[in-house]
């Protein structure tokens, strides 16, 4: 049985060239590659009204939280701060919704970039709404390399599943101007950058969730171990499927 990953679409709020109308769902084409790479079925899952969303949970094994804006802070309780970017507030009810129907049913979960602080906030934690705001953030985390090129080290915390899948210090993209805060109760962090920044996270008592604050879809075809990452999750998935089927 090839295992089932569902992928939370995000919202093109522009127009588009192909259907010329605003506020089309995608998912990014590199995960999906990289998941079929990993020999997984994608399915895309777009916003949909939350009370809706627990009739997706048995179309998938796993799921990808991906990348992009940011998420509404009164969702943790706080206002916007003026470093805030773009937020979709349509997004953030869907996924923190669908967020805790995965953890419920025990599916296997990944987060990416903005899916990493989504699955944070979801579970009871907060974001620095700006970098700015991190005190201890030093080194630049919004490169203006080209994405598909590392720019700086994370380091792994032993007897973790990052350590297992990275090594101890692995080289990393890094497109973000929003960072973890107080962490969720249930999770622990697995791996910072030099500056303390906080760079993974993983579930306390399981490997159902594992979430990175890079973006492993734009290095995996040269990177073995932006493979790894979703090589990984394929795995938890189809754990999950023979359980399940």
């Not at 090839?2 to 522009?14: G, L, N």
């Not at 060239?17 to 994608?42: G, Q, Y």
Request: glycine content about 6%; charged content about 20%; proline content about 6%.
């Amino acid at each position: 049985m090839i295992p089932r990953i569902a992928i939370s679409a995000d919202t093109f709020t522009e127009a588009t060239n192909v259907i010329n109308e605003r506020d089309a769902s995608f998912a990014p084409r590199p995960i999906i590659e990289a998941l079929v790479k990993s020999h997984a079925l994608p399915v895309i899952i777009p916003s949909i009204p939350p009370e809706l969303v627990s009739n997706y949970v048995d179309l998938f094994d796993g799921i990808i939280f991906a990348g992009g804006e940011d998420i509404d802070p009164t969702f943790y309780g706080e206002e916007p701060h003026p470093g805030l970017g773009m937020t979709y507030r349509k997004r953030d009810l869907a996924e923190i919704q669908l967020l805790k129907e995965a953890v419920k049913a025990g599916k296997a979960i990944m987060g990416i970039c903005r899916g990493m602080q989504l699955i944070n906030i979801g579970l009871g934690g907060t974001v620095y709404q700006d970098i700015a705001e991190n005190p201890v953030a030093k080194i630049k985390h919004s490169q203006l390399a080209p994405g598909n090129l590392p720019t700086h080290h994370v380091n792994t915390v032993a007897n973790s599943r990052i350590r297992d899948l990275a090594g101890d210090r692995a080289y990393v993209n890094s497109r973000h101007h929003q960072t973890l805060h107080n962490v969720a109760p249930g999770l622990k962090v697995t791996a910072t950058a030099d500056d303390q920044v906080i760079e993974a996270v993983e579930s306390v008592n399981s490997n159902q969730i594992l979430a990175v604050q890079w973006h492993p879809e734009n290095m995996y075809k040269h990177d073995e171990v932006a493979q790894n990452l979703f090589h990984d999750l394929v795995q938890r998935a189809g754990q999950v499927a023979q359980k399940n089927h």
